[in-house]
């Protein structure tokens, strides 16, 4: 948990210390590749290190991966410039690839079935305890002391981690003859980045229909199909292709893509709509979304009865179906609602998830033997970050095509008030603004308009995520008998 603690902090620390970051480095056009970077680097080392702690076991892959994250803390910590702080954030990233998967993976090893939905709980709470206090802490080391604090501070923690991990955690791997599929890593290394690259800067630093665009996605297909081409052959491949013939496993990570949709859409734009629709501060924007990543995990602490009871599908079909209907109740919200329909929806998503989310991992996990469950836990958090990708980008395009729209629409005795570019819209409605009131509320409605337009795309991934569980995935999961090798035969 403490491990699991330095990446889910770190990816809500940052946010707040924007302003003090800039102002002393610079490179205010680039900064959001100091998320990007991150992001990028995380998402596609996860398929590798979860083949690795098959291969070499946990312990090491873990300790190995934090040891990453802590070089790059340091070396953000001493970053002299954007492009370098930007490129040791990507440091980080790639320890943290190693961190969230291995570590679902060793709660595996270690509970029992039946206790295990109590330790996705546990693990659950570092993420919203994350999304809570992650901000804050920030915030007051850029206020009073210093914006490189950010990243120093992982380093007394992962120090403490690294020596419970080392003293206390124990495993016997039978390794044999370890044989790296090192020309699979690459491929796949290669067509997850530049798949990302193009979701995350197209629409943002160039058009979707531009030469950028279309090379880094025909690129990313053309990757893809000779992974796929080299995993065939492989002996031990990264990625087996066993992870997508498998009815239950299929089933399972194209419900992760779901998963990522639903978790981005409220996460990116429902702060925007507190604030600007709402009228809150960021402050109190933020303790909003913070409702999901408390209900979350109290839902994930029952999940356990529920799979015990009804199975692994059917848990996971209810808790879609509890995260369809709070998408359903923002849907229905007129302008300007009451704050505690908001906080009420926002609850019930998070209940949603944490019903959702855990089934889907344990059940995979347990149609597999253990030396296959990093690979396939691997597999699951991969989908689930490749969604969160996906689900910007598409979400992302519906928002701004809606803002688009509004301000062509305008009524003639606005335009000449209202913003030329949607990137202008928070200026225009911030604390400097000279709009006239009735040049504010049509921006406000415009925000309210794409937000339930983003909306309208999380309910389509809910919606496929019923489809998925009811047509796909079996009501009863299969748990193959593992042989002496912890391996299940195909």
């Known amino acids: 948990m403490l491990t699991m603690a330095l990446a889910a902090v770190d990816t809500t620390i940052v946010s707040t210390a924007v302003p003090q970051i800039v102002s002393d480095l610079g490179g205010f056009t680039v900064f959001s590749w100091v998320f990007s970077a991150y992001l990028l680097a995380q998402t596609v080392t996860i398929p590798v290190y979860g083949k690795l702690a098959d291969l070499y076991g946990r312990k090491p892959v873990l300790v190995a991966g934090t040891l990453i994250f802590l070089l790059g803390s340091a070396l953000c910590a001493a970053a002299w410039d954007m492009p370098s702080l930007i490129v040791f954030r990507a440091v980080q990233g790639l320890g943290a690839g190693s961190i969230q998967a291995t570590v679902l993976t060793v709660a595996a090893d270690l509970y029992p079935l039946k206790e295990r939905g109590r330790i996705q709980a546990a693990l659950s709470t570092v993420w919203g305890v994350a999304a809570v206090g992650g901000p804050s802490v920030g915030g007051a080391f850029a206020a009073y002391a210093t914006w490189r604090w950010i990243f120093l501070i992982n380093l007394p923690l992962g120090a403490v981690a ?39 800067q197209g629409g943002t630093a160039w058009p979707w229909l531009s030469l950028p665009s279309m090379g880094l996605l025909g690129a990313a297909v053309l990757l893809t199909a000779a992974t796929v081409a080299v995993e065939r052959r492989a002996p031990e491949p990264v990625m087996p292709p066993w992870i997508w013939t498998r009815r239950v496993l299929a089933g399972v990570n194209l419900s992760g893509l779901c998963i990522g949709v639903i978790m981005i859409g409220p996460s990116v734009f429902l702060p925007v709509y507190a604030q600007e629709v709402l009228g809150l501060g960021p402050i109190a924007a933020g303790l909003v979304m913070a409702t999901m990543t408390m209900s979350w995990p109290v839902a994930a602490a029952f999940c356990n009865r529920a799979y015990l009871r009804i199975g692994f599908r059917d848990t996971g079909l209810v808790g879609a179906a509890v995260a369809c209907a709070a998408v359903v109740w923002v849907l ?12 009420g929806a926002t609850l019930l998503l998070g209940a949603g998830m944490g019903l959702f989310s855990p089934s889907m991992v344990i059940g995979a996990q347990q149609t597999v033997g253990q030396w296959q469950r990093g690979t396939v836990t691997a597999a699951v958090v991969f989908s689930r970050y490749l969604g969160q990708s996906v689900g910007a980008a598409l979400l992302g395009a519906i928002s701004n095509a809606a803002l688009r ?24 409605l911030g604390p400097e603004s000279h709009l006239s009131p009735a040049a504010a509320d049509y921006l406000r409605h415009a925000l309210d308009t794409a937000t339930h337009h983003v909306y309208l795309g999380v309910a389509a991934g809910c919606g496929a995520a019923v489809l998925l569980l009811a047509l796909v995935l079996p009501r009863k999961f299969p748990t193959p008998a593992p042989n002496e090798t912890g391996a299940v035969p195909d």
């Not at 206390?168 to 690259?197: K, P």
């Not at 229905?332 to 906080?343: C, D, G, N, Q, S």
């Not at 570019?421 to 225009?428: L, Q, S, V």
């Open 162 to 200: 690294l020596a419970l991990i080392a003293r206390h955690l124990h495993e016997r791997v039978d390794r044999g003859r370890i044989r790296i599929d090192w020309l699979g890593a690459g491929l796949m290394l290669g067509a997850g980045v530049t798949l990302i690259l193009a979701l995350v």
């Open 405 to 428: 729209g509004r301000l062509d629409d305008a009524p003639a005795a606005l335009r000449g008030q209202l913003p030329d570019r949607i990137d202008d819209i928070g200026r225009g």
């Open 332 to 343: 229905l919200l007129p302008y300007r609602p009451p704050l505690w329909h908001v906080v």
